[in-house]
């Protein structure tokens, strides 16, 4: 797939022939352009890696990448990743899904690749809304929100991505947005890194269905002050001149000012991300607006034995065991006969 397998590979090398067709404004195109821009930091081979996706706006995605790639069924693309890294354990496999793909129709095989923690990395774009099937309501749409399936207004409680993530066990999750692509690249290279399901949830802006859905994150007046940007070792910290911090109070975690109350940044909270503990993980996962900032950055990341590990071990072991070792073995073993 490539001329010179010398050369350093660039963005444009991961960027196929195929017309980009979203709507013009879409939260997609930035997605697209930071995992193209990720791509040649990992110094992976463009055919060692492959792109899987379900059904909805963002599985268009393997056909804007310039490696291999499926667009397969609604929900099944952990299906379809999960045996491709079984069959193939050296390839670098990315699932690309939506709210609605990876926690409706494919609820299922969602949480049980986080359970067996698959070795893929999964893009979750979340925009609360069913776009391509043009503004349904969707597992992660807040309540009260008015689609053309719930006229009256959503009744039910939406899903929290990440906490439906830390119920199946995940060993790794992230969350992002569509408006920092330098965040987004980030958080794609260091999950390529990490052994196991690689979770980030995107959050993306449909313009068409569930427009400015994350503005008051988003928003620059506000965004120092709704948003904190997590790193594993360093205090969380936000606000313009990151006066601000989280502290723990008995079981929750509260916004405290740096110099109010006798605070300092002392008693501000470091971020753990390899805890095995998944407890201050949720919690931060937890947080929203208006009373705390909504948590970016890599808020959980430990080791645990990969799907593909017990697999490959469980293998090596029944052969060792076994006392047949060949198919002319197994028909020579026990009572035959001549026909």
């Known amino acids: 797939m490539s001329d010179n397998p010398t050369k350093p590979l660039t963005r444009k090398d991961f960027s196929s022939d195929q017309l980009v067709r979203w709507c013009p404004g879409c939260g997609d195109y930035a997605i697209l352009a930071a995992i193209q821009g990720a791509m040649p930091q990992l110094g992976i081979k463009k055919e060692d890696i492959v792109f899987i996706s379900g059904i909805g706006c963002s599985s268009r995605f393997p056909y804007y990448m310039n490696t291999y790639g499926f667009h397969t069924i609604h929900g099944r693309a952990p299906a379809l990743a999960t045996g491709t890294k079984l069959s193939n354990p050296d390839l670098d496999v990315w699932i690309v899904t939506g709210d609605g793909d990876a926690l409706a129709i494919g609820g299922n095989h969602f949480i049980h690749m986080l359970r067996r923690n698959v070795d893929v990395n999964v893009l979750l774009f979340n925009n609360e809304i069913y776009g391509l099937t043009k503004g349904q309501s969707s597992p992660t749409s807040q309540p009260g929100l008015v689609t053309k399936s719930t006229p009256l207004g959503v009744i039910d409680r939406p899903f929290t991505p990440g ?7 995940a060993t790794f999750f992230a969350r992002t947005i569509d408006t920092n692509p330098k965040l987004m690249t980030k958080i794609f290279v260091d ?9 980030i949830e995107i959050l993306q802006n449909c313009v068409i269905f569930n427009d400015e859905v994350f503005s008051e994150v988003t928003n620059k007046s506000t965004q120092d002050d709704h948003q ?3 790193e594993h070792g360093q205090p969380m910290l936000f606000g313009k ?3 601000k911090g989280l502290i723990l109070n008995g079981f929750k975690l509260e916004v405290a000012t740096i110099g109010e109350n006798g605070i300092t940044e002392e008693d501000i909270l470091v971020h753990d991300a390899h805890e095995s503990d998944p407890t201050l993980h949720t919690l931060l996962i937890n947080m929203n607006l208006p009373t705390h900032p909504v948590a970016l950055g890599i808020i959980r990341d430990v080791d645990a034995p990969t799907y593909g590990d017990l697999v490959a071990a469980q293998k090596a072991d029944s052969q060792q065991k076994a006392k047949i070792n060949s198919m002319q073995e197994l028909i020579e073993s026990g009572h035959t006969w001549t026909v």
């Open 163 to 169: 906490q439906v993530a830390m119920g199946a066990g």
């Open 191 to 199: 999950s390529s890194k990490h052994r196991g399901t690689s979770l």
């Open 241 to 243: 001149e990151k006066q």
């Open 228 to 230: 904190i940007h997590l």
